[in-house]
């Protein structure tokens, strides 16, 4: 045998080795996608609603940080604001990085078995062929379809993300209106010497 065949027979059994972490991460991701796909509906049906349970929770953290007012309630929306923002484009962190994986993992699960499947051809062993084949196809067609899936669920979620990102920045700034406009009354009844 010569070097160049060991070097051939080591990246088979490299990818003899990697065509199950390959398929089971497959079907993981595809998994995770079902998941993902069914808290994308219930949302979606929750804002045809018009309720928005994490909208009211920042909301609210806000309204919190208005009642306790002080010097620095500038900052602390800011910090609010900034924190829900995070929280937000983390989760489509995860969709969009499901977007590339997919079609790699699809790949992959694409051409290791097809190697299998050309060497049963060589050796005229139609049915190791043929299920090897079914194996690679399947293998494209789940890693696309993971990739479509996440990539129609990302942006539909990036334009809430947008909107809801909006919704807040307008709430924080008639909040902090409304806390300017009561320390003025209350400067210009200090001056008057009328209790506010």
Not at 34 to 43: I, K, Y
Not at 48 to 72: I, K, V, Y
Not at 81 to 92: E, G, I, N, P, T
Not at 180 to 185: L, M, Q, V
Request: aromatic share 4%; net charge positive.
């Amino acid at each position: 045998m010569t070097s160049i065949d060991q070097i051939r027979e080591i990246f088979h059994q490299i990818a003899g080795v990697l065509v199950w972490p390959v398929l089971l991460g497959l079907v993981g991701l595809a998994a995770a996608m079902l998941v993902s796909l069914g808290a994308f509906a219930r949302e979606a049906f929750d804002r045809r609603r018009g309720r928005r349970a994490s909208l009211g929770r920042d909301h609210a953290a806000l309204n919190r940080a208005a009642a306790d007012s002080h010097e620095d309630i500038e900052l602390i929306m800011e910090a609010v604001l900034q924190s829900s923002d995070r929280r937000r484009w983390r989760s489509l962190g995860r969709l969009r990085l499901a977007v590339r994986v997919g079609p790699s993992l699809g790949l992959m699960g694409t051409l290791i078995p097809m190697a299998d499947a050309l060497q049963g051809l060589a050796e005229g062993n139609l049915p190791a062929l043929a299920s090897n084949m079914v194996t690679a196809f399947a293998a494209t067609v789940i890693g696309l379809g993971i990739s479509v899936t996440a990539y129609l669920v990302a942006a539909a979620r990036e334009s809430w993300v947008r909107a809801d990102s909006e919704a807040l920045a307008f709430h924080a700034e008639h909040l902090l209106r409304e806390i300017k406009s009561a320390d003025e009354r209350r400067a210009a009844c200090a001056m008057k010497g009328e209790v506010p």
